[in-house]
């Protein structure tokens, strides 16, 4: 099917895609606010003024100064923008229109406070301000500003010439709430946790392994949680080696210490996310599919 918002938003949750090659391929860019100055290590390589640099500036309507901030060619489709310092009106021209198909105060949009890009599809952390929103495009698509200087990221796809896309535009967004939504809640938590009535406790001795458990398939792993009990946790998290093997096959598909595999980095520090999380009680969590 066509390349489209819901296709994308479907995409942002699932992980079962993730074990798979897309389809159709893509290929993943960036426009930014780069010192262009770093042209070489012979030429300014450390060149680090990275605000306020835009592709051009041109006249929009009523003859205000516009800053390209993006100019692509499609197939393609924004899937992030950030910025540290929003500034200006953003406005966003699909397949060459002269009037923007979004156009709002980027401060606002990227602080999750237009509807319906709300929180967590959009929003401010670790002092930058997002939006995940996917804007897809079937012929071009270029963003600018009213505002300078500031920082600024836009991360998006490339499609083989020919890929079907339903281009982004408000109108459409009405019919797409509950689909919206849906990403959203799913985002904003990771789906409980399966109740553990019972632990298993498997001593590792010094230099030796110990199995955890053996299944038959075709089935796949959906959620894996162990923890670790040692007198000195961060030495067991990076010297304890979980390896798995998949059908057979002689050599370990995952041969990774135990913590870096949850994400510890370093020692137990409780966090969520929808692949990884670490409890209160020191177990950890993944969700990857296997």
Not at 28 to 53: H, K
Not at 169 to 185: E, G, K
Not at 194 to 204: C, G, H
Not at 210 to 237: K, Y
């Amino acid at each position: 099917g066509a390349i489209s918002v819901e296709r994308l938003l479907a995409e942002m949750t699932d992980f079962e895609g993730l074990a798979l090659f897309p389809e159709p391929a893509y290929t993943c860019r960036q426009f930014s606010s780069y010192d262009r100055a770093a042209r070489s290590p012979s030429e300014n390589w450390f060149a680090n003024g990275d605000q306020g640099r835009y592709l051009r500036t041109e006249k929009g309507a009523g003859g205000k100064d516009e800053h390209v901030m993006m100019d692509a060619e499609g197939p393609g489709a924004v899937v992030r923008i950030w910025s540290a310092d929003p500034k200006g009106t953003l406005r966003i021209y699909i397949d060459g229109a002269a009037d923007p198909a979004l156009a709002v105060p980027m401060a606002d949009l990227l602080r999750g406070k237009v509807m319906p890009f709300a929180p967590p599809i959009a929003g401010e952390r670790s002092r930058g301000t997002n939006l995940y929103f996917p804007i897809p495009y079937r012929a071009r698509c270029k963003m600018t500003s009213d505002a300078k200087p500031f920082y600024y990221q836009v991360n998006y796809r490339t499609y083989p010439a020919g890929t079907p896309v339903e281009s982004f535009s408000m109108a459409a967004l009405s019919n797409l709430l509950p689909a919206i939504d849906r990403t959203a809640r799913i985002l904003a938590g990771p789906a409980p946790a399966l109740a553990v009535t019972d632990r298993a406790v498997l001593p590792v001795p010094p230099g030796g392994s110990v199995g955890l458990f053996s299944l038959t398939g075709p089935a796949a792993v959906r959620e894996l949680r162990i923890g670790l009990e040692s007198e000195n946790l961060d030495e067991a998290l990076r010297g304890c080696v979980l390896s798995a093997r998949f059908d057979g096959e002689e050599r370990p598909s995952i041969r990774v210490p135990a913590g870096d595999f949850f994400g510890a980095a370093p020692g137990l520090h409780p966090f969520w996310s929808l692949p990884l999380q670490h409890l209160e009680g020191g177990e950890m969590v993944c969700r990857w599919v296997m």
